[in-house]
């Protein structure tokens, strides 16, 4: 039986288990302590507690100091107060010393109404700033998906956390010290030239303004103001999964059509869905898998296996940083948005009569490694980019309220044709699992000749770290691998590198619980319900669709046939499959 | 790709240094020591080979070598000069003798001269307060040091003008 301890804290009787801290304690009673650093996503595992920041000390009877919430363990009769004068001056002090090195540029600061510092101040009421003596000063970097500016960093160490102990990536780490102590990666080379694989959950757990998005609305506005240009809109499945939090409707709200209608308002010509390049990365991807399982059920021990899915960028990036020995196992698909932009840039181009050079591909992403990928040189043609640039969910809100839309209020409006169809199987790929759950509907009935009665595979979905499953094709036992969050993928990664591993195909996704908890959506405050209420609204916006699979999307059916020929043809090859590059470091004697 | 070259027997001495600790990242301040010792400093290729030997990211090898001032990424002087800035060597005077080194060698505090002979440091207390000002070169120890005494110190640590090397 699981230990309680009882203690009081404000006056209140409370009861928590043995181990738990004083600040867990408070908020499961509704008192709610505020904190800075203070980072805990138990679902994942994913936690940062490095009590540095010391805007949570409350007073404990019998103790001469302050304690810090976070790092305190409830003891049994233990009387605590976290609401006296004592506790409010020292925060106030704390915060002040916090900001005596942090730059006041609010009004201009990317973060400015969606950080947590300028919130902290203004709950304490900060009205000066007491102490000012030497100011940091480190150079701001812009990469394609990251803007850094470590002026603003209050060393609350998230992002070092989710860099290292949830990602493996190590691109950053706390560097120096005094006021050139930084989070930097090694030698303070630019992240650029770092193996930062461009991911942004760092991005996503920053509570300030030091690590933000290199953002393209402004881009847009003028492509969208210029009367020579066709703009048309991708978007993600985890988009209409997040963007209703930012017009403050429940988490998990689907708001597919509200999407559509406001992107539609924004002056887009043609408001398409990257769920139709989805559906085309599965018969590619999935033709993959069965041309490379075919043939190593033929007996050829020289085949690939498993095969990896390669819709993340991310993920991309990682496994040519880590991985450079096993460039050839991932699948050569390219990912749904480059998908898109290169069908988009020809066959439907073509079909409305406009140069390549008079349109301009935009996606909305969920993701910040997207708009690295959009900049990948192997993507353009004669250096006009398949997909010219990627805006994130948060983005798109702040685009949308920009423009005056009263998002709640928009009706529902559907996407166009033909690039706007798509199947449910395209819609789940936004949360873990999902691809993989969308390759097997279709795997399975390429393989099998069958009929998929219960298109669901359950065991693919979920919010833990790898998941395995097997599935029967005819009496081939496929096994399948699924990892969310680049440490899990490393692991998996490793077996096969170690000649251990036991699957046949494995689905990887770089962020925490897949592109629903990406480092572009709206940000979750370390409240994994949040990921979860989205991943639920992605799998019943797939169970509504009368088509679930994407071999039965009759434009992606069209497309074959008019213009690509078939899976894995000499056109599709060109279009719609890529190679990788190796990114290693490699130490050699002299 | 990277690729980061070294000398063979460098990379050899750093293996080695990393197996005697059993390639284990809790013992990476106590390799970055040895590493130190043996090579006289710890370059960026040199923080590469650990890394990859311990299995750890480069930014946290970095991270700790930049946050110990013990440890330097730079190549000290043949004779490293060290000149105590703790407390009863301060109000003893020894800012006075660190300035007398920086305007005699020409170099500022972490600097090296351009023949390689001294590098200058400042550090915090070395526990021989009753002798402050205290200086140290390499291991050598010179107390109640007074201005006269630093070109006395250089001087004596100075090679004969007709050594070729």
């Not at chain 1, 909305?364 to 994130?392: H, Q, T, W």
């Not at chain 2, 311990?54 to 001032?69: A, D, K, M, Q």
């Not at chain 2, 000002?133 to 006269?148: D, I, Q």
Request: proline share 5%; net charge neutral.
């Amino acid at each position: 039986m699981e230990q309680t301890i009882s203690l009081q804290i404000d006056r209140r009787q409370v009861e928590v288990p043995r181990g738990t801290s004083l600040l867990d304690a408070a908020r499961g009673a509704g008192i709610h302590i505020p904190s800075l650093c203070y980072m805990n996503l138990r679902d994942m595992c994913i936690s940062n507690l490095p009590a540095s920041c010391r805007i949570c000390v409350v007073e404990i009877e019998g103790r001469r100091n302050l304690a810090p919430a976070c790092s305190t363990r409830c003891e049994q009769g233990m009387k605590v107060t976290t609401t006296s004068a004592r506790v409010m001056n020292a925060q106030k002090t704390v915060l002040e010393l916090i900001l005596s090195d942090h730059p006041t540029d609010c009004l201009v600061c990317p973060k400015s109404g969606n950080c947590d510092l300028q919130e902290m101040a203004a709950r304490l009421k900060i009205r000066e700033i007491p102490f000012r003596g030497e100011q940091s000063s480190h150079v701001r970097e812009t990469t394609p998906s990251i803007l850094r500016d470590m002026n603003k960093c209050i060393y609350c160490r998230r992002c070092e956390t989710m860099c290292n102990k949830v990602q493996t990536v190590g691109a950053l780490a706390a560097v120096n010290r005094g006021f050139s102590a930084t989070i930097a990666p090694a030698f303070e080379r630019p992240l650029a030239d770092s193996e930062c694989t461009y991911c942004g959950q760092c991005v996503a757990v920053c509570p300030v303004g030091a690590l933000t998005e290199n953002d393209h609305t402004n881009r847009l506005l003028e492509d969208l103001a210029n009367p020579n240009k066709t703009v048309i809109v991708q978007t993600a499945p985890a988009v209409r999964a997040a963007l209703g939090e930012e017009f403050a409707l429940p988490p998990g709200a689907s708001v597919t059509g509200k999407m559509v209608a406001a992107l539609r308002a924004l002056g887009f010509n043609k408001v398409f869905d990257t769920d139709f390049a989805a559906d085309l990365t599965i018969m590619e991807e999935g033709s993959e898998l069965l041309d490379r399982l075919s043939r190593f059920l033929a007996g050829d021990k020289t085949v690939a296996l498993p095969i990896l899915t390669s819709c993340c960028p991310a993920w991309v990036n990682f496994f040519e940083h880590y991985f450079p020995d096993m460039l050839d196992i991932p699948s050569s698909a390219r990912s749904p948005q480059q998908m898109f932009g290169a069908i988009a840039k020809t066959w439907w181009a073509r079909q409305i009569g406009v140069e390549r050079k008079d349109l301009v591909v935009v996606s909305i992403m969920p993701c910040l490694a997207k708009k690295y990928e959009c900049a990948r040189d192997e993507f353009a043609v004669d250096g006009d980019p398949d997909v010219n640039y990627s805006l994130s969910t948060r983005e798109l809100a702040g685009l949308i309220k920009r423009a005056n839309i009263d998002f709640n209020t928009l009706p529902d409006e559907d996407f166009d044709h033909p690039m706007g169809e798509s199947t449910g199987a395209g819609v789940i790929f936004g949360a873990s699992g999902g691809v993989m759950e969308a390759a097997l509907r279709t795997a399975y009935e390429l393989y099998t000749g069958k009929k998929l009665e219960d298109v669901n595979f359950e065991s693919v979905r979920g919010l833990q770290g790898i998941k395995k499953a097997t599935v029967a094709l005819n009496d081939f036992q496929l096994k399948i691998g699924i990892a969310h969050g680049l440490g899990n993928a490393r692991a998996l990664l490793e077996e096969i590198r170690e000649g251990k591993s036991e699957y046949h195909a494995i689905e990887i996704m770089a962020c925490p619980g897949g592109c629903i908890g990406g480092g572009g959506q709206p940000l979750h405050h370390g409240n994994s319900e949040r990921l979860k209420a989205r991943a639920k609204a992605l799998y019943s916006e797939d169970q509504g669709k009368t088509r679930r699979k994407s071999h039965d999307n009759p434009y992606i059916a069209q497309l074959y046939e008019e213009f690509l020929g078939k899976p894995l043809g000499e056109k599709a090859h060109h279009l719609l499959h890529t190679s990788y590059f190796d990114k290693g470091k490699d130490i050699r004697e002299q | 790709m990277t690729t980061i070259t070294l000398p063979k027997c460098t990379i050899d001495a750093l293996v080695q240094i990393c197996a005697k600790h059993h390639n284990q990242p809790g013992e990476l301040i106590n390799i970055l020591h040895e590493a130190q010792g043996t090579l006289g400093y710890l370059p960026r290729e040199v923080q590469e080979v650990i890394a990859r030997q311990l299995r750890i990211p480069v930014s946290r090898v970095y991270g700790v070598v930049t946050f110990y001032s013990f440890f330097t990424m730079t190549p000290k002087g043949r004779h490293p000069i060290s000149v105590c800035m703790g407390t009863a060597c301060y109000v003893r005077g020894a800012e006075t003798v660190l300035d007398e080194f920086k305007r005699r060698l020409s170099i500022g505090v972490g600097g090296v001269t351009p023949d390689g002979q001294f590098s200058l440091d400042s550090l915090r207390c070395v526990g021989a307060c009753g002798l402050a000002p205290v200086v140290l070169v390499g291991e050598k120890v010179y107390g109640r040091v007074t201005l006269p005494d630093v070109e006395k110190i250089i001087t004596e640590h100075s090679r004969p003008a007709s050594d070729p090397s």
